[in-house]
């Protein structure tokens, strides 16, 4: 199984900081890796598809990078919505395998 | 609007068997494969089974493989998951979970509210 290593697992910032999240694969998964939130109580949402691709809705504030086995999630400047856990999941092979998330929360 | 709507959860003894059920809406669903992930109390994010848009082909967790079943009613737009020989540890919060794209690129789009199972004695 393909594991992913997120870091760091929890993060203190402020409204308007810029975050960067990583998330680095055990093995290759070209640009198979997606990002999504999720607040306390809620489901996921997606916010990021293969590495870089923003989903449908989500504010361009989210943005990823990467391929291979390393990977970044950017939120340019946080509002107070985006305090949440967010994870990494991978979809080059079965099981599709996700990060242990990272929490961020408000400093 | 893209809905699924999750039920069948509750409390079980260990050893015992539940069906989940996941109600789909809003989206033409055999076209569309489906997972079921889960998240155990204060803890991330777990994939437990997928399905084939036709039901033809399906796969497990090794956590759940030959205790879990999925399968799909495409006449019924529903998806299920039946659960036996459940262990303390499948105590978690289990998501109805789409899966879309194409050309290699997968992602779940849509997921549902979620149905708490526990199993306890």
């Known amino acids: 199984d393909i594991q992913m290593t997120q870091s760091p697992s929890s993060l203190s910032a402020s409204v308007g900081d810029r975050v960067t999240i990583t998330c680095r694969a055990s093995?290759?998964?070209?640009?198979?890796l997606n990002w999504y939130h999720q607040k306390p109580g809620k489901a996921p949402r997606l916010l990021i598809f293969a590495a870089s691709s923003l989903q449908s809705g989500v504010p361009s504030r989210f943005s990823g990078s990467g391929s291979g086995t390393d990977f970044t999630l950017t939120i340019s400047s946080l509002q107070p919505e985006d305090f949440a856990t967010y994870y990494c999941q991978q979809t080059y092979s079965t099981p599709r395998t996700f990060g242990r998330g990272t929490k961020l929360e408000i400093k | 609007e893209v809905q699924l709507v999750e039920s069948g959860g509750g409390l079980v003894q260990p050893g015992g068997s539940l069906r989940l059920s996941c109600a789909a809406s809003g989206f033409i669903f055999s076209s569309h494969e489906m997972n079921w992930v889960r998240q155990a109390p204060g803890k991330g994010l777990e994939w437990v089974a997928y399905i084939s848009g036709t039901g033809s082909s399906t796969h497990y967790s090794d956590s759940v493989r030959g205790r879990f079943t999925i399968s799909r009613d495409n006449a019924k737009s529903s998806l299920y998951l039946q659960m036996n020989s459940l262990r303390v540890e499948d105590t978690a919060v289990y998501y109805c979970?789409?899966?879309?794209?194409?050309?290699?690129?997968?992602?779940?789009?849509?997921w549902g509210q979620g149905t708490l199972v526990t199993v306890s004695s």
């Open positions: 093995q290759s998964i070209s640009k198979y």
């Open positions: 979970v789409r899966g879309s794209g194409s050309s290699g690129v997968y992602y779940f789009d849509y």
